[in-house]
């Protein structure tokens, strides 16, 4: 549960803000990059319209002065020719064609002039650095420009007041200013509702479903339900809905383990003080004067220790603690000869067999070691009492080993049907890997981790006939 309050305590803080916090962000940074892109745009935009500005009033001063050079005589009254050059906006004009200059004017020339444009030889550095100055500045003097002619005119100039010009750029600054505003609204609005259908509310869903499910994740109601989409939120939906899939399981297994091993506490502990009162009577037993008592007292009292001891291991395990092997250099062949006298009930038709040098030794736990191969010999005695062998032979067990090395190999080997496909599938997981009806699927586990608590390794060979299990010893360097 603590999962669960801890997105709880994340998300808790955000509020109704939490459900527009991405989409919101993200239309904010929309509007500004919207902007910053209207302003890139924008620069060179209006040193473009600064330069049609003047082109404009350059080119109606030529038409002026041409109208001015078409009347008779080239004589016209101030009157009209301060009426075309007020049109025009110009305070004076100067032409040169045929390699004459020709000004005309109606009032004195001014005394400076606030910058020079020269049109016919100029670069966008230029015309930005010249917006720029226009609008930064509000000039009192005139400024001069000089512009290409036509029709046999080589070039135009014209003085004209710097107001105008400026306060024709600030009306289109403020026009691309409300343009820009009117687009960045628009295109954020239509990210943010494309990010809030498309991306946000499918990440809040799997939000809240990981809060959901993590509240109680043994709930199937709660496994989330991916949906049509095939993009990466769509991915991520089929690998959560396979995650909590397998948690769930999982989290089911565990609790059934819980409670199973709590029973299995509690039966060998019952059991384990039931085998105590029997080796207390064994005890009586070892005083009878009977030759067939004394004969099998010993071996009675050694199985019931061994019950003891094996009762108290796996209370051990339902602590999920195996006791730490005490390993020695020990005769292998007496542990496989007691691991076919405990494999106990054996149906008469099975014939046992250990190919066992006697002088070989293995540096392993006895009890543990025992357990591993009463455990692999009991399986295989089942198996054949059950399906029998594979070509109608008779059923037999054999027990080999060997030293290669360091390493000490026993191999268990019987010539029954073999283990099917689903039990190989998980053989050394509990509770899954049951070859036989009514198996628990905890013998090969626990065999597999004593194996491994003892150094070595338990794993199953490939072989035509029967099943062959290997035990792989190493020696303590």
Request: glycine share 8%; proline share 5%; with cysteine.
């Amino acid at each position: 549960m603590r999962l669960a309050d801890a997105l709880r305590e994340r998300n808790a803080p955000a509020g109704a803000a939490s459900r527009f916090g991405l989409s919101g962000r993200l239309l904010l940074l929309t509007i500004l990059f919207v902007l910053l892109a209207e302003i890139l745009i924008y620069v060179p935009s209006v040193a473009n319209f600064r330069r049609t500005w003047l082109s404009d009033r350059v080119a109606a001063a030529q038409v002026a002065a041409l109208a001015l050079d078409a009347a008779p005589q080239q004589k016209v009254s101030d009157d009209l020719a301060r009426r075309l050059l007020t049109g025009v906006g110009a305070r004076a004009i100067a032409l040169r064609a045929g390699g004459t200059r020709r000004l005309i004017t109606v009032t004195e020339m001014p005394s400076e002039v606030s910058e020079t444009v020269d049109l016919r030889d100029t670069d966008w550095a230029d015309l930005i650095a010249g917006a720029w100055h226009t609008l930064r500045q509000a000039e009192t003097a005139p400024m001069r420009v000089v512009g290409h002619g036509m029709d046999g005119v080589e070039f135009v100039e014209i003085v004209i007041d710097t107001a105008p010009l400026r306060e024709a750029l600030i009306a289109f600054s403020w026009r691309i200013l409300l343009t820009s505003l009117v687009i960045s609204g628009i295109t954020g609005g239509l990210v943010f509702l494309a990010l809030q259908v498309s991306i946000v509310r499918p990440v809040l869903r799997l939000t809240r479903n990981i809060a959901a499910f993590a509240d109680d994740p043994e709930d199937a109601s709660r496994l989330i339900a991916p949906s049509w989409r095939t993009d990466e939120i769509g991915l991520a939906e089929t690998a959560l809905a396979r995650m909590e899939t397998v948690l769930a399981g999982e989290l089911r297994q565990k609790r059934r383990l819980a409670d199973l091993g709590l029973s299995v506490s509690k039966i060998n502990h019952e059991l384990r003080n039931l085998l105590t009162t029997a080796q207390l009577l064994g005890d009586r037993l070892e005083a009878t004067a009977d030759p067939a008592v004394q004969r099998v007292a010993p071996r009675l009292m050694a199985t019931l220790g061994r019950a003891i001891r094996y009762c108290e291991a796996t209370l051990a395990y339902g602590r999920v603690a195996e006791r730490v092997p005490e390993r020695r250099l020990t005769p292998l062949k007496p542990i496989l000869a007691d691991a076919l006298d405990l494999a106990g009930n054996l149906p008469a038709a099975v014939r046992l067999e250990a190919r066992t040098p006697d002088d070989l030794m293995v540096d392993a736990d006895p009890d543990q070691l025992s357990r591993v191969v009463i455990n692999l010999v009991r399986n295989a005695v089942q198996a054949l009492a059950l399906a029998g062998t594979a070509g109608g032979a008779p059923p037999l067990v054999t027990i080999t080993a060997a030293r290669e090395g360091s390493v000490v190999t026993v191999l268990v080997a019987d010539n029954g049907p073999g283990l099917p496909e689903r039990a190989r599938a998980n053989l050394f997981s509990p509770f899954q890997g049951a070859a036989r009806p009514g198996g628990t699927g905890l013998g090969l586990p626990i065999a597999a981790e004593l194996t491994r608590l003892n150094g070595g390794t338990l794993s199953l060979d490939e072989t035509r006939v029967g099943a062959r299990f290997r035990i792989t010893l190493p020696d303590r360097v």
